[in-house]
């Protein structure tokens, strides 16, 4: 089990960038694929990025393919999100997910933090 915080949302003028973290408690960090979701208002939930264990394989969304770029540091039990070149429709809370095994696209996750919002005004 692990327990995750995302940080680092806000306001941000479209074209704009930023970093979101997730900080995880779990003592095998390395041993979870993670990943990155998005809820805009009004929507459903939907697949943005994952990681594998050791960094090596990654995927996107199409929405965010070459803008966003999803990296993790196992020393630090932090994953990361940078997303340039935002945009109104990048608008959404943000959610940490992790589970064992590989990255599976769009899901399932186990375990989830609590979301961090980033708005791009219009």
């Known amino acids: 089990q692990v327990e995750l915080v995302e940080s680092g949302g806000g306001l941000v003028q479209a074209g704009g960038s930023l970093r979101l973290s997730c900080s995880a408690s779990?003592?095998?960090?390395?041993?979870?694929?993670m990943g990155w979701f998005r809820q805009a208002p009004g929507k459903e939930r939907e697949f943005v990025s994952a990681?594998?264990?050791?960094?090596?394989?990654?995927y996107y969304a199409d929405s965010v393919k070459g803008r966003f770029t999803i990296s993790r540091d196992n020393a630090k039990n932090t994953l990361y999100l940078q997303m340039n070149s935002l945009k109104f429709e990048d608008t959404a809370v943000y959610y940490c997910?992790?589970?064992?095994?590989?990255?599976?696209?769009?899901?399932?996750?186990?375990?989830w933090g609590q979301g961090t919002r980033v708005t791009v005004p219009s």
């Open positions: 779990g003592r095998t960090f390395s041993s979870y694929s």
């Open positions: 997910s992790a589970r064992l095994g590989p990255p599976v696209v769009p899901g399932p996750y186990d375990y």
């Open positions: 990681i594998s264990w050791g960094g090596g394989s990654t």
